[in-house]
T-cell receptor, first 117, second 114 residues
């Protein structure tokens, strides 16, 4: 049973270019989360998606960032017109449908390390 | 709003010595607590979790953590560390049943010295 997969693992972009980060959840998981890890910081929640729906994007910057989780295919985190401050590790996590008795565990992918030159 | 504080950013310890990594949280509702480990240039792996029941939880590689509601703490301990335990450890919390947003501490870098 493959884990959460992310690609690319490393991505280099010049200022002003677009970055596309992909995440394939674990088999059977219908919930996807994106987190960002800035240098020397813990992970910060960005967005929570289910198939074809954005449930919570309260952690997403208001401009240039968008996320989707289509019916078919991986979840995509898209950053338009990247700036140096976007350099970070972006982690995707997935979880199965919630259980009534509590919160579901999130399984993390290996991350995409974005470097903006 | 919930928050997680990891008081030590770096902890050096000699091999086979005990270690404690501290974690305190703030939340006004019920919580679920997690410790994740991140090896260099890798993603996060769940080390152990507290969802309910016994307040002492253990991992398969000798770590344990105890949920202390009165002190709002979830400290991670290991009685004897190994070189392979060198990594960064993150404490995280989810507040409230049905919640999903993990709030992480800033992490503690554990360095095991031979």
């Amino acid at each position: 049973n493959a884990g959460v997969m992310q690609n690319p693992r490393h991505l280099v972009r010049r200022r002003g270019q677009e970055a596309r980060l992909r995440c394939s959840p674990m088999k059977g998981h219908s919930h996807v989360y994106w987190y960002r890890q800035l240098p020397e910081e813990g992970l910060k929640f960005m967005v929570y998606l289910q198939k074809e729906n954005i449930i919570d994007e309260s952690g997403m910057p208001k401009e240039r960032f968008s996320a989707e989780f289509p019916k078919e295919g991986p979840s995509i985190l898209r950053i338009q017109q990247v700036v140096r401050g976007d350099s970070a590790a972006y982690f995707c996590a997935s979880s199965p449908p919630w259980r009534p008795q509590g919160s579901s565990e999130q399984f993390f992918g290996p991350g995409t390390r974005l470097t903006v030159l | 709003a919930q928050s997680v504080t990891q008081l030590d950013s770096q902890v050096p310890v000699f091999e086979e010595a005990p270690v404690e990594l501290r974690c305190n949280y703030s939340s006004s509702v019920s919580v679920y607590l997690f410790w994740y480990v991140q090896y260099p240039n890798q993603g996060l792996q769940l080390l152990l979790k507290y969802l309910s029941g016994s307040t002492l939880v253990e991992s398969i590689n000798g770590f344990e953590a105890e949920f202390n509601k009165s002190q709002t703490s979830f400290h991670l301990r290991k009685p004897s560390v190994h070189i392979s335990d060198t990594a960064e450890y993150f404490c995280a919390v989810i507040s409230g049943a049905g919640s999903y947003q993990l709030t992480f501490g800033k992490g503690t870098k554990l360095s095991v010295i031979p």
